[in-house]
């Protein structure tokens, strides 16, 4: 879905895309194999010759953003900053955004500290959510177990106030409908 984006909005430039299969999912992985694979598949891309490199992984932009920034001579962008934008932009009582993400992202404070640097008034309500990843991969996006799942993890966001929710996994919309079907069903965000 992000290369998706990109290639529309850069219509006139190529692009080169690495999907790392092989050690996937990030967000389980301790915070030194992040980083260590951050960096192996930036060095690809920068041998391959690219303008900039977009990280559309929640877990290794929370993880290993700021450090690629600081080695590279070229732009790197996450996911996390568009997301906090967006998430500021719709909230409609200004003060209680949820993140749901794995573990490793909701950890490191990455979407606490920049939506705290946006608004520094806004209240921050996280969840790891450890098995919707294994479940969107096995393609369980709408079933029972999904929506048990579902139920299970966002069950204590309900009782916050939230209005908006941050899905801080590039996995996780595949499974905004059952995500979704819970919250009209269930809460007022």
Request: hydrophobic letters at 40%.
């Amino acid at each position: 879905m992000v290369l998706q984006k990109i290639i529309e909005i850069l219509v006139n430039e190529n692009t080169v895309y690495l999907g790392d299969t092989a050690r996937v999912p990030y967000g389980t992985k301790s915070v030194e194999a992040v980083l260590r694979y951050s960096f192996e598949n930036t060095e690809f891309l920068v041998k391959k010759g690219v303008k900039a490199v977009f990280v559309a992984c929640n877990t290794p932009t929370a993880i290993a953003l700021p450090r690629l920034r600081d080695s590279l001579s070229i732009s790197v962008i996450g996911v996390i900053e568009a997301g906090v934008q967006r998430a500021i932009k719709i909230t409609k009582n200004k003060k209680k955004v949820g993140v749901i993400g794995t573990e490793a992202t909701i950890h490191s404070g990455a979407y606490t500290r920049a939506l705290k640097q946006a608004d520094a008034g806004v209240e921050v309500y996280s969840r790891a959510c450890p098995l919707f990843v294994p479940l969107v991969e096995e393609g369980w996006t709408d079933n029972d177990v999904v929506q048990m799942t579902v139920k299970t993890y966002l069950g204590s966001l309900k009782q916050s106030g939230i209005d908006s929710l941050i899905l801080g996994c590039t996995d996780y919309p595949l499974i905004k409908k059952v995500i979704r079907s819970f919250r009209e069903a269930v809460c007022d965000w």
